[in-house]
């Protein structure tokens, strides 16, 4: 379908945002960015009503930024609201709150670092946020990983993942998940072939989720609230957890928990 000129639309900020300016109402596109010639697709799926997911991504890198930014642009439910090199220049709310559902931003890039604890708790106050990392020594740092979660990380994303991993991660903590790539899932994006490991207990999505959440150290009743359950679902979850894993205590969860998450058990 030949794409339909519009009048000239809105330009992207000095820090690469863009502000969509085309009505819903219209026949066209209402969640794609024009292209460089400034136009814009005929309406897609999303504009008639499905729950549209507002997509930022947070690198200093400008080629990064314009891939990311294809791929979520890409997705009829998925709405490109910034694509900008520091937390700093994310389109905000008068209250401060970022307008956007989900934040991926780098975690290695000076101008993007978000390792501080003030930074990944305002990000992640007003919105699903998923750091992206270059390094997998970073992802495999318990510390990090703890760090993380405890301050209100959704999930964390290898950089050199796949689209379909890009997509399927904004998609999981959007609907209320967190995002944990293992280390054989990392190992499969490199190679792109299935890797063997050691036999590991299963745990269903539910009790991998409510792993997440204790590894990061919530007890049940925060991490009920998180997973929007009651507090006796995530008793029973930690028992099953504990009994599949076979460890006692707190402790002993914990470091079951962080080893488990990175052993390449779904």
């Known amino acids: 379908?030949?794409?339909?000129?519009?009048?000239?639309?809105?330009?992207?900020?000095?820090?690469?945002?863009?502000?969509?300016?085309?009505?819903?109402?219209?026949?066209?596109?209402?969640?794609?960015?024009?292209?460089?010639?400034?136009?814009?697709?005929?309406?897609?799926?999303?504009?008639?009503?499905?729950?549209?997911?507002?997509?930022?991504?947070?690198?200093?890198?400008?080629?990064?930024?314009?891939?990311?930014?294809?791929?979520?642009?890409?997705?009829?439910?998925?709405?490109?609201?910034?694509?900008?090199?520091?937390?700093?220049?994310?389109?905000?709310?008068?209250?401060?709150?970022?307008?956007?559902d989900v934040v991926l931003c780098d975690f290695d890039r000076p101008q993007c670092k978000v390792t501080s604890e003030a930074n990944v708790r305002s990000l992640s106050a007003s919105a699903d946020l998923l750091v992206m990392s270059d390094s997998w020594e970073a992802w495999e740092a318990e510390d990090v990983l703890v760090f993380m979660l405890r301050t209100g990380a959704r999930g964390f994303i290898p950089k050199n993942a796949t689209e379909g991993t890009y997509i399927k991660a904004v998609r999981q903590v959007a609907a209320g998940g967190v995002y944990v790539p293992s280390r054989s899932d990392q190992l499969k994006e490199m190679s792109g072939a299935d890797t063997e490991a050691a036999p590991v207990p299963s745990l269903s999505p539910r009790e991998r989720e409510a792993l997440v959440w204790i590894a990061g150290g919530y007890t049940h009743q925060q991490a009920a609230v998180r997973m929007g359950v009651s507090k006796a679902t995530v008793d029973t979850l930690v028992a099953r957890i504990r009994a599949k894993l076979g460890v006692g205590n707190k402790a002993e969860l914990t470091l079951a928990a962080l080893r488990y998450l990175r052993s390449g058990t779904d």
């Open 1 to 100: 379908m030949i794409p339909t000129p519009i009048p000239p639309a809105p330009a992207p900020t000095g820090h690469g945002t863009y502000v969509e300016g085309t009505s819903p109402a219209t026949d066209l596109c209402a969640h794609k960015p024009p292209d460089d010639q400034g136009t814009v697709q005929r309406r897609c799926g999303c504009c008639e009503g499905a729950r549209v997911l507002r997509v930022a991504v947070v690198d200093e890198c400008p080629i990064a930024l314009r891939g990311l930014a294809a791929i979520f642009a890409d997705q009829a439910d998925m709405q490109v609201v910034a694509a900008v090199p520091s937390p700093a220049h994310l389109p905000r709310e008068e209250d401060g709150r970022v307008m956007a």
